[in-house]
Structure formats: structure tokens, C-alpha cells
């Protein structure tokens, strides 16, 4: 069974940084791309940032780049996100996302429950 | 980086069949993938490609795209299919994904 759980979620103050962690298993987790996707309280989904499945191609969405980092460790089956400069608008639930091809295909097929960052003071 | 466009909501009485669309210039190039999201849930995947669906996808949904436009259509659709979808695709640059807005469907 695929699971994914995130962890690392948390109330953090304007400005500082929090790292997002991702537990992978029930698949072979170097065979695929990966996200982190996230969803404010009562708003849409908003892709995050996307990494292949060897770190050779990553991506962001232009709301974070500069600020977050993703990495992924295969002999560790996790996924990170480290989120540096937080802002009040990055407030939401993290979700990460298994992709389907072993590149950014848009095809999320698993996803984990998500965890909540609030950035407030 | 391009934008995905959906109506923000649609109603279907139950056992009809009800269409949602997605607009944006990305699907000229991406097949849509469609996701269902219910209140406190994970989003799940129920569409993707030309027309694919995951396991345990009930064959009401389909997915279809003409030109610009993507579509998901429930044919007969339940009650427990009221939800939230989302579409969304690789972007025009081909590097990064993009979600639609999201609609609000309600089965009466």
C-alpha cells in the first residue's frame, strides 16, 4: 500500500524558515517524480515545487521560488521542502505528491494527508 | 507560467449527467488531469491522460479535451459525488504544473 506522511508542519513567525519532511513507502520511490502541493483554509490547491526522480530537474512556482528548497533523499524515501523567509500568505495545508512519471508529468496518482504551516505572529 | 480556468460552480440532479470544463492554453499541448477533493480529504486522482482512470474509479467519470478546453464528465452522477475537482497540467513551459481554480459541484 502507498503511503505518504507528511510531517514538520507548525506555527513559525514571520521571516524564519521550517522544513517540510515526506515518509514514502509502498513503492519504489527513486522510479518517480515528486511534489509538494499546497491548499490555504477554504481555497484552492496550488502546486508548490515538482524534483525528478534523480534531483536532475526541479521546479517552483513563482509565489516561492527563492525562498523554498525541495530535495529528496531515494535512500531514505523522503521528500523535503525547506521553506526559508515565511510569509503570512504561505499559510496552508502542505501535501505531498506522488507524480506518475519518473519526470513532472502533472499526474499526482497518491498523496499524502498534509500538514499545516501557519506563519503568524 | 499559464493559467488553468474553471467555473467556481456547477449543480447536477442526481442520476443526471453533469460536464465540468477547464480552459487555459497548456492544454493545447497537456492532457488534463482531474482530481475529486471532499471536505477535509486529500485530493484523488479520477482522470488523467486522454481518458484514463485509476482503480477504484467508478466508469461514470470520462475525460475528454477539444482544443483549449478539458472536460470531466460524470454521467449518472451520485450523490457522493458532490465534491471539489480540480484540473490541472504541465504549464506551457512544460517545467512546472498548474491547477485550475477548483469547482464546487453539488448534486441535487
Known amino acids: 500500500e502507498v503511503q505518504l506522511v507528511e510531517s514538520g508542519g507548525g506555527l513559525v513567525q514571520p521571516g524564519r524558515s521550517l522544513r517540510l519532511s515526506c515518509a514514502a513507502s509502498g513503492f519504489t520511490f527513486d522510479d518517480y517524480a515528486m511534489h509538494w502541493v499546497r491548499q490555504a483554509p477554504g481555497m484552492g490547491l496550488e502546486w508548490v515545487s515538482g524534483?525528478?526522480?534523480?534531483?536532475?530537474?526541479?521546479g517552483y512556482a513563482d509565489s516561492v521560488k527563492g525562498r523554498f528548497t525541495i530535495s529528496r533523499d531515494n535512500a531514505k524515501n523522503s521528500l523535503y521542502l525547506q521553506m526559508n523567509s515565511l510569509r503570512a500568505e504561505d499559510t496552508a495545508f502542505y501535501y505531498c505528491a506522488k507524480d506518475m512519471g519518473i519526470t513532472a508529468s502533472g499526474n499526482f496518482d497518491y498523496w499524502g494527508q498534509g500538514t499545516l504551516v501557519t506563519v503568524s505572529s | 507560467s499559464s493559467e488553468l480556468t474553471q467555473d467556481p460552480a456547477v449543480s447536477v440532479a442526481l442520476g443526471q449527467t453533469v460536464r465540468i470544463t477547464c480552459q487555459g492554453d497548456?492544454?493545447?499541448?497537456?492532457?488534463a488531469s482531474w482530481y475529486q477533493q471532499k471536505p477535509g480529504q486529500a485530493p484523488v486522482l479520477v482522470i488523467y491522460g486522454k481518458n484514463n482512470r485509476p482503480s477504484g474509479i467508478p466508469d461514470r467519470f470520462s475525460g475528454s479535451r477539444s482544443g483549449n478546453t478539458a472536460s470531466l464528465t460524470i454521467t449518472g452522477a451520485q450523490a457522493e459525488d458532490e465534491a471539489d475537482y480540480y484540473c490541472n497540467s504541465r504549464d506551457s513551459s512544460g517545467n512546472h504544473v498548474v491547477f485550475g481554480g477548483g469547482t464546487k459541484l453539488t448534486v441535487l
Open positions: 524534483i525528478s526522480w534523480n534531483s536532475g530537474s526541479i
Open positions: 497548456s492544454l493545447r499541448s497537456y492532457y
